[in-house]
């Protein structure tokens, strides 16, 4: 079966990065992408952008540019996800979910999640 | 760009059933039809509940159904029942790979 294990929980001060993984299991992770997406507390859902594991292409949203960085490792299997230049209101749930690999859509598998929190 | 526009609340007795409806432009939902619908309950990853408008992954009940009309979309829950109590939320495919969510709508199962 599909899963997606995310590393546990983080604790930044402001300035900080974080780096965030998720390793794939149960299907063949270079046929697909990873989209990473976060969730403020009590907030809605805000993608962050895209990475395809099948061609390397990357789309991050506009809000992200210049401060994320998305990579993977095909021989572990795993997406990372790295925010820099933290501020406290980036304090959210951080999702991976595996969309497609030519297209960003759908996602169809999500990680448990990862809270990042922001705190001088 | 802006979240797509949902509305906040939607309810109904067991059995019953609930329209979400979300709107977004023609750059969007009305662009593509590449809308996606989430289930998510407290404290629990989002599930894919529907993609492509109205296309229903393997495991997800008949009870939920999505249509699209113009830049509106719309997720019906048939036959409520008290699992069905969760946060909904829209997706849709903005042109070059982007995505957008929508803001969300929590069903209360009365």
């Known amino acids: 079966q599909v899963q997606l294990v995310q590393s546990g929980v983080e604790v930044k001060k402001p300035g900080a990065s974080v780096k965030v993984s998720c390793k794939a299991s149960g299907y063949t992770f270079t046929s697909y992408g990873i989209s990473w997406v976060r969730q403020a507390p009590g907030q809605g859902l805000e993608w962050m952008g895209w990475i395809s594991v099948y061609n390397g292409n990357t789309k991050y949203a506009q809000k992200f540019q210049g401060r994320v960085t998305m990579t993977t490792d095909t021989s572990t299997s795993t997406a990372y996800m790295e925010l820099r230049s933290l501020r406290s209101d980036d304090t959210a749930v951080y999702y991976c979910?595996?969309?497609?690999?030519?297209?960003?859509?759908?996602?169809?598998?999500w990680g448990q999640g990862t809270l990042v929190t922001v705190s001088s | 760009q802006s979240a797509l526009t949902q509305p906040p609340s939607a309810s109904g007795s067991p059995g019953q059933s609930v329209t979400i409806s979300c709107t977004g432009t023609s750059s969007d939902v009305g662009g593509y039809n590449y809308v996606s619908w989430y289930q998510q309950h407290p404290g629990k990853a989002p599930k894919l509940l529907i993609s492509e408008v109205n296309k229903r992954p393997s495991g997800v009940p008949d009870r939920f159904s999505g249509s699209k009309s113009g830049n509106t979309a719309s997720l019906t829950v048939s036959g409520l029942q008290a699992e069905d109590e969760a946060d909904y939320y829209c997706s849709a495919y903005a042109g070059n790979n982007n995505l957008i969510f929508g803001t969300g709508t929590k069903v209360t199962v009365l």
């Open positions: 979910a595996r969309s497609g690999g030519i297209m960003v859509v759908p996602l169809s598998y």
